[in-house]
């Protein structure tokens, strides 16, 4: 599972360790703070990332890569 570990990073929290992701979520428990924080920056992120512009984007780009290889096998 992935969780941000800070306002610019993302870290890991090993599956297979569920000690580590409980202190993960204990950690975002007590830190109001932190809370705020990475949900900003969680929030700017998507917004940034997945904007719709470049959401569109990305799948003309698929469509035109599988459009060119299907002409190729013609």
Known sequence: ???PSSVSRWRLAPVAE???????ICALLVDEGLRKRLGEAGKKFVE???SQERVLARQFELYREIAAAHAVGR
Do not use: Y
């Open 1 to 3: 599972m992935v969780l």
């Open 48 to 50: 940034t990332e997945h």
């Open 18 to 24: 569920p000690p580590a992701l409980a202190n993960e």
